[in-house]
């Protein structure tokens, strides 16, 4: 399958040389060989890093005050370079469309890709725009610990500037990065009405949604020993880098007395935390109060409100820790309020509100007259 080139990934992953094209066409046989099983799409790992730079010049160091990464902490080797280089080349555009016109061959199969650049929002609208790539991209640009209101509103805002076509993904935790309920908590003491608060605002931001595993229960990160851990990179790099094995651990299912939660018969990869064992699916099922139950009911009142599957967004500047928006769609017009922070805020409520939603029973905010008072990481939905 020609050269490889080990420029990216750890030895056990080789980075595969696309200039070639007969391991260009593999891989292309290898997607159409799932396409022939019925697969119904593809989430495509770091999609923009198949083709390295031809003449395999080096990346330049990346200077430690510029070491602020989306989805790697400043001390992850990854973060000390500028990665020009390795990734995002303009021969890599050309094989997405390769891709994109094998799949519109298998009607109602679906491209995601998993980007991160210098420029993610930059290269997600690329890689999504004129129909021909891919059908929705998601970066790291909410994967950080930066959880202002006013951060997560200029980087959503940035991407609809960008994406005049294609549709958005978004995500709060994945494999790579730190637990969204350990990463956005305050003091690091995981709040469940904050997990609740989470899912609603991520299931309300345009486009679809990546939920990563354990985040509807409200996991917060695992302490792995260093003689459990299995991630290469934390092995190698500990203890400056402990590797990602903290977001990996095994899914509870079941009570915290049964054998690794549930998850398996035999010792698993990695072992299931003790504080996951108290946060299993079947204890959270009897809870009517639960992270998941919360998580399903939001779900499930989702599905009915068309404005929130397929309306546009609309930021409303304000003060932190509140973060709003109005979701649009044909005549259809829904106000989104959250607030991001353990204490009691109030707002000045536009005069078009006509009607709140009391579906919510996990999320609580009060309207009276023109001003809303939004309890500790609860949120507000209205039709306008």
């Known amino acids: 399958m020609g050269n490889i080139i080990c420029i990216t990934f750890l030895t056990e992953q080789p980075d595969l040389n696309f200039h070639n094209p007969d391991v260009r066409q593999a891989v292309l046989d290898n997607v159409e060989f799932w396409l022939k099983k ?4 593809f989430r495509l790992d770091a999609i923009n890093f198949c083709y390295h730079d031809a003449q395999l010049r080096d990346n330049p160091a990346k200077p430690k005050d510029k070491r602020q990464g989306r989805g790697f902490s400043e001390d992850n080797p990854y ?3 500028y990665h020009y280089y390795n990734n995002t080349q303009p021969e890599n555009i050309e094989f997405m469309q390769d891709i994109r016109t094998l799949l519109n061959k298998y009607p109602g199969t679906v491209l995601l890709g998993e980007i991160s650049s210098e420029d993610s929002l930059a290269t997600m609208a690329q890689y999504t725009q004129g129909g021909d790539k891919l059908h929705m991209g998601y970066s790291f640009e909410l994967l950080t610990n930066d959880y202002s209101s006013e951060y997560i509103r200029t980087t959503v805002q940035t991407l609809e500037q960008r994406m005049t076509e294609g549709w958005p993904c978004w995500a709060f935790s994945n494999h790579d990065v730190e637990r969204v309920a350990s990463r956005w908590s305050e003091n690091g003491e995981i709040n469940p009405q904050q997990c609740k608060m989470l899912t609603a605002l991520l299931a ?11 985040e509807e229960l409200g996991l917060g990160e695992a302490s792995v ?3 459990d851990l299995q991630d290469p990179y934390g092995i190698t790099f500990w203890p400056n880098f402990k590797g990602r094995d903290g977001c990996r651990t095994p899914m509870p299912w079941e009570q915290a007395d049964s054998p690794h939660a549930g998850f398996s018969d035999v010792k698993p990869w990695l072992p299931v935390d003790d504080a996951h064992k108290q946060q299993s699916v079947a204890m959270q099922t009897n809870d009517s109060h639960s992270i998941l139950n919360a998580y399903r009911e939001f779900m499930a009142w989702r599905k009915s409100q068309t404005v929130l599957l397929e309306g546009d967004i609309e930021f409303i500047e304000t003060p932190e820790p509140v973060l709003a928006f109005y979701r649009t769609l044909g005549p259809q017009k829904m106000l989104c309020i959250f607030n991001l922070s353990s ?3 109030s707002i000045d409520t536009p005069t078009t509100i006509v009607k709140e939603y009391n579906e919510l029973s996990h999320h609580c905010a009060k309207l009276s007259q023109d001003t809303l008072t939004i309890e500790p990481f609860a949120c507000f939905y209205a039709k306008c």
């Open 204 to 214: 309300s931001l345009r486009g679809s949604v990546c939920m990563y595993q354990g």
């Open 38 to 41: 019925g697969v119904d799409g």
């Open 79 to 81: 973060a000390f370079q």
């Open 343 to 345: 204490q009691q805020t």
């Open 225 to 227: 020993a260093f003689e």
